[in-house]
């Protein structure tokens, strides 16, 4: 195997703010990206589960993930999955924080953090060296996972911070979608109510600015979402600069208009990672005529801080925002 850095772009932010599409626009740049889709999730809903991946196969007949398997463990799984998902939920939760970020953690945390890295460490690996690309895009978008990625040896982490209005978040966590990856039984994604995601996005936007927001632009681009949805390209074109890739990216752009032509082995992530042909970029009010006043009102008093420091200001009355069509 390879022993070179492997470079990650790691999505991180509050769900439904654009991260696959914007995953997808950057994989469709050429051979500089590959996107995998959220990560975190391949031992259960890809070795377990076997559920789809984005290029419509299961995971377990998908000549790439099988290729990334092999490369990575000489075989089938490392060790049993059961014992890859308690090391992972013994190192990578928002609760093990103070552990993973401690200059001295606990030994018996320290050895599962070690063993769980190593087994992830092989799969980036294996992932760039399988796919040949500069670059792997993780949109997993958790909070530990974010920290977790930066700290593994041998990854080159850069961290992509998206941000969308929480009220359009909270919205589109109430929504019913279904899960078209599991294709034995009709199974919805979880909603959450209002209170719970305003919560969350505050937490976890909050603690990425405090961790993040002072590094480079080597090491951390700022989106929001509002901005990738008006000038797509020009999200891009950041996007490469920072990470310093040469040229020009090729997005398949006409006014609106998008072109999305490759299909991504990603596992896991909004449905919308299946959809090919022709995407339509427009904007969408629906969070601002739908939502109830109520729940509008409680999200906006709990995240104002930092809607008003992500320009959010206008939008505590009902400025237009907008996002891509096919997101909530």
């Known amino acids: 195997m390879n022993?070179?850095?492997v470079r990650v772009l790691y999505i991180a932010g509050s769900g439904r703010s654009g991260s696959t599409l914007l995953?997808?626009?950057?994989?469709?740049?050429?051979?500089?990206?590959?996107?995998?889709?959220?990560?975190?999730?391949?031992?259960?809903?890809?070795?377990?589960?076997?559920?789809?991946?984005?290029?419509?196969?299961?995971?377990q007949s998908c000549e790439f993930w099988q290729a990334v398997v092999g490369h990575a463990f000489g075989g089938p799984e490392p060790m049993p999955i059961e014992v890859i998902q308690r090391l992972k939920w013994s190192v990578d939760r928002v609760r093990h924080m103070p552990q993973m970020l401690s200059r001295w953690p606990s030994r018996s945390y320290h050895q599962k953090w070690q063993q769980y890295a190593e087994i992830v460490v092989g799969l980036y690996q294996a992932i760039g060296d399988v796919s040949g690309a500069e670059i792997i895009v993780d949109s997993s978008?958790?909070?530990?996972?974010?920290?977790?990625?930066?700290?593994?040896?041998?990854?080159?982490?850069?961290?992509?911070?998206?941000?969308?209005?929480?009220?359009?978040?909270?919205?589109?966590?109430?929504?019913?979608?279904?899960?078209?990856?599991?294709?034995?039984?009709?199974?919805?994604?979880?909603?959450?109510?209002?209170?719970?995601?305003?919560?969350?996005?505050?937490?976890?936007?909050?603690?990425?600015?405090?961790?993040?927001?002072?590094?480079?632009?080597?090491?951390?681009?700022?989106?929001?979402?509002?901005?990738?949805?008006?000038?797509?390209?020009a999200t891009v074109e950041q996007v490469t600069a920072n990470l310093q890739l040469a040229g020009q990216p090729a997005v398949s752009l006409e006014g609106n208009l998008l072109h999305l032509t490759v299909k991504e082995h990603t596992i896991a992530g909004n449905p919308d990672r299946f959809q090919q042909g022709v995407v339509t970029i427009k904007p969408d009010e629906e969070w601002q005529e739908k939502m109830a006043p109520r729940e509008r009102l409680a999200v906006t008093l709990i995240?104002?801080?930092?809607?008003?420091?992500?320009?959010?200001?206008?939008?505590?009355?009902?400025?237009?925002?907008?996002?891509?069509?096919?997101?909530?």
Request: hydrophobic share 40%; glycine share 8%.
């Open 23 to 59: 995953a997808r626009i950057l994989s469709q740049t050429g051979s500089s990206f590959v996107s995998v889709g959220e990560l975190k999730h391949v031992w259960e809903r890809g070795f377990v589960e076997n559920h789809l991946c984005g290029c419509g196969r299961s995971f």
């Open 141 to 233: 978008k958790d909070l530990s996972t974010a920290f977790f990625v930066r700290s593994l040896p041998g990854i080159e982490a850069h961290i992509l911070h998206l941000v969308r209005d929480s009220r359009a978040v909270a919205f589109s966590w109430s929504r019913e979608k279904l899960r078209p990856e599991i294709v034995d039984r009709q199974v919805y994604m979880r909603r959450h109510p209002p209170i719970r995601v305003a919560g969350e996005w505050l937490y976890w936007n909050m603690t990425l600015d405090l961790a993040f927001a002072g590094k480079g632009p080597q090491e951390y681009t700022f989106v929001r979402y509002e901005d990738f949805v008006r000038s797509p390209l």
């Open 303 to 328: 995240t104002w801080p930092l809607l008003l420091k992500y320009g959010y200001a206008s939008g505590l009355s009902r400025k237009k925002q907008s996002r891509l069509g096919p997101v909530s």
């Open 3 to 5: 022993n070179r850095n």
